[in-house]
């Protein structure tokens, strides 16, 4: 005899499915959905570029030119008008130098035409004018030959020379001084230079 089945172990049952989460529909929305949802301001849809106006540009463009242009002519023009008055300044002062030149020439040609070289005979010194004529009275007083001689006077140093002449030579002006220093004078012959001024002095 077969033996009887064994019997059928018991079903083991299925596990549960586990249950379903509610699932926000705002995660299910497409990223077209999402997009479209952006509020975008009225003032970032405009589009912020302008348009480039080149005709303006080249207005602007040829503006600064010119500006600099004029800019440069004045700083040229201003250069030359400070160059020519440099140019004059310099020639006026040399034309100023020379006619100063030229006058001295003329001074110094008139004192030596004035005071040529010529010879004298020194008869005496002193610092005061005045008192050379008292001197000069008393030497013509003295010296017989020294009373027709006219008196002049000429700057040495600090003091002046009494002189008598002057004379048409050196060796009429020495003839007279050893005369008078053979009567006891104490005179000598002087030549004087060519425009070394010699006065004639007043008489008193």
Known sequence: ??????????????????????????VT???ADIIHAIDVPESERQSSVVAVDLSEIAQIQAARRAE????????????????AAKAKAEADAKAKQLAEEKKKAAEEKARLAANP?????????GANKGALAFTMK????????????DAWVASWGRTNRLLV?????????????????????DVFAWKSDAGEVVERLPAK
Do not use: H
Request: hydrophobic share 40%.
């Open 165 to 185: 002449g002057p004379f048409s030579s050196f060796t009429r002006a020495r003839t007279l001084e050893d005369k008078l220093k053979a009567a006891g004078a």
């Open 117 to 125: 070289s010529r010879s004298w005979l020194q008869v005496g010194t």
């Open 29 to 31: 929305r497409s990223l």
């Open 138 to 149: 008393g030497l013509r007083k003295k010296y017989a030959s020294l009373e027709p001689q």
């Open 68 to 83: 600099r242009d004029a800019a440069a002519a004045a700083a040229a023009d201003k250069a030359k008008k400070a160059a």
């Open 1 to 26: 005899e077969t033996a009887p089945p064994a019997p059928l172990a018991a079903a083991t049952p299925a596990p549960a499915p586990p249950p379903q989460q509610q699932i926000d529909p705002a």
